[in-house]
Structure formats: C-alpha cells, structure tokens
C-alpha cells in the first residue's frame, strides 16, 4: 500500500503569523495541568463577565427565532444603532450602509487588506503593534512597513517617522488608539496632521479603535472626524472590549458605501453572516444601560496605577504608564538574556504567563506586555513573583 500523499500548502501560508497570546495560554494550561499555579496577565480579554442584561437579550432572541441566515452585511436594527452610536461619539453622520457587521473585528481587518492590497503595494502599520496586522499584510502580498511606535514619545506614533515612511506605493495605514499592547494615545492633533498627510495621496486609513471606552482621563478622538476624512477611511471597533464580550465574536466596519459593499461581498464568500442571536445581543449592549462600561474603566484605572507603580519598584524594569487599553508594556533594561527566554522563564519557573514584546514587532523587543485584565490581588501576587524571578535573571 503507498503512503498517503498530502498535498503541498500555498506559499502565502508560510506569511501567514499568529497571535502569541493564544500560544503562551496554551502552554500555561498545561502546566496549571500538572499542578502549578500561574498568574495570567498573557490574554487580552477582560476578565468581567458580560452584562446580565445583553446575556438575557441573546438568550431572549435564540427563543424568539434569531437563529436563521441573516442579511451579511448585519441586521438592520443592529446597523441603524451602530451607526447612530458611531455619530453621537465622532460628530459625524453615518448611513446604516455604511456598517457592516462581522463575527469579531479581525475580518474587518482581513477583508479591507485583502479588498486593498496586493502584490508591490505597500501598507504602514505600528510597531510595536497587535500582531495580526503584519501578519494579513503579509498573507495578502503586500509590503508590511513598520512605523515605530516607542516610549519616549508616550507610545504616539512619530508623526516624522511616518511621514518618511510614505512613498508612492502605500497604499494603506493602519491606525490603533488606543493601543495594543501599548496602551499607547494618539491625540486629536496627531490625528489631524496624518489626515493632512494621506489626503489627496490615494493612500487610505484603516483606524481600530476596539479600545476607544477604556481611556483614562481624557477623550477619545478619532482620525474619521476630521473634516474630509470619512472618505479616506475604515472605522474598525467591536463589542469585546466594551461590554467584555470576547467570546460572542462580534465586531463591525464603518466604511464609505463603496468598500461597506465589498466587505460584505467578502463576508458572504466567507462567513455568510454573523450570527442573527449575537447580532440581538449586541443591539441591547450598544442601546442598553452604558453602567458596566463605565465602571469597568474605573476599576481598569485603579489597576493599571497599582500595576504600573509596582513595576517600576522592580531594578532594571521601567514602565510608561498607558493612557488607555488594559495593558502595560513596560523595558527591561540591562538584562543580557533574550527577551523571548526570559518570558518562558518567567512561565516556567516563576509562575507568570506575559508576551514577550518581540510578539508585537521589532520595536518591542526589550519589553513585555502584561495585561492588567486580573484581579488586584492576582496582580499584585504576578508582580512580586516577577520581581524575584527577575533577580535571578542575568
């Protein structure tokens, strides 16, 4: 009998990346599997459950019959709702065929690369940056070009660098405020002037703003308010973060006509539709009582000050304090291990599951990120474990 043949896979998939957080989870599983404690700050999810109002709006609509194929592009209440939602905060006013509804935000980001970007085109992104925008970029033939992101500028995007980043074949740039895994904020006159920049250049802005309720003293502004700016550009946000629905895989796409159409053309190829009970569920969140968000983000706010005072109690460990998101990402200084050694021994040994911030791009290879989507009392315990693993490191 001859052996079974498997067939060879596509090129492309060798560009294809991953997202480390999924790895590091899995291998602090098993050792939980054998019978040690580890205290996760790896997983980029908050750790509050969903809202009792939006769970019983789900269940409620699986028992009227929301549990057919639906319109792909999502349905018209949860459309009208998100784009009504989209004006109150941007200023703006945006027509329900603008939206498009997906299952979870990662393919908005897929499908506007894939309908954008080919071969000898090139697509800026942050850096240190969440890791699936190299990795779509990558996969669709496009140029992948990194614009640093680094602390000694707050985590905003260097606004010179990017400018000399752009040549005549960028064709996209994406934009995250707040950031992952940064906690980085780019302000309203960054925002202007990188509008000034792509105008008029037929270079289009892809701006993800999933973090944009988790901000600390001060307000959210994004790049499509800026007049002129809503042709030039793709909202991309979600119900995850908000109203800590990560596992309902529910996100949508604010996009001029043209593309909203194309995207949802992409979704019926693929996904066909999101789910109809999800969808239910979601309107409630956006139109419901907003009581959780806000409280979620105060508490946030007093975790990341006691995460952040207590890293940088640690030798050799500097920490920018983030001004939104639930992450830090804080620089190991003077350590001659390998940032990617010392992150599977802090797991192994020490008992903490973090990314090494080599996961996010070059530009993050002295640092970790460390969610702070734990209880104070797991955070404080992660940071005195990390604190004595890190004496013994040299």
Known sequence: MSATMRPELASAMARLGTESAFVVLAKARQLEAQGKTIVHLEIGEPDFDTPENIVEAG?????????HYGPSAGLPDLREAIAANSDMWRGTKTDPAEVVVMPGAKPVMFFTILALCEAGDEVLYPDPGFPIYESMISYSGA???????????????????LRASITDRTKLLILN???????????REDAEAIAEMVMGKGIFVMTDEVYKDIIYGQD??????????????????GFSKSYAMTGWRLGYAVAPTWLAEVLAQLQTNCNSCTAAFVQMAGLEAITGPQDSVKAMAKEFLARRDLVVDGLNEIDQVS???????????????????????????LLTDGGVAALAGSAFGVHGGDSFRLSFANSRENLLEGISRMKNYLAGVA
């Open 59 to 67: 269940v409620k609509a699986l028992r009227d019959g929301f549990t």
């Open 143 to 161: 140029k992948p070009v990194p614009v640093p992101i680094l602390p000694e500028n707050n985590f905003r995007i260097d606004l010179d660098r």
């Open 177 to 187: 405020s707040p950031s992952n895994p940064t906690g980085g904020f780019n302000t």
């Open 220 to 237: 959210h502004f994004s790049i499509t308010s800026v007049p002129g700016m809503r042709d030039h550009s793709i909202l991309l946000d």
């Open 319 to 345: 920490c920018h304090r983030p001004e939104g998101a639930f992450y830090v990402f804080p620089q190991l200084e003077g350590f001659e291990t390998p940032i990617n050694d010392i992150a599977d021994g």
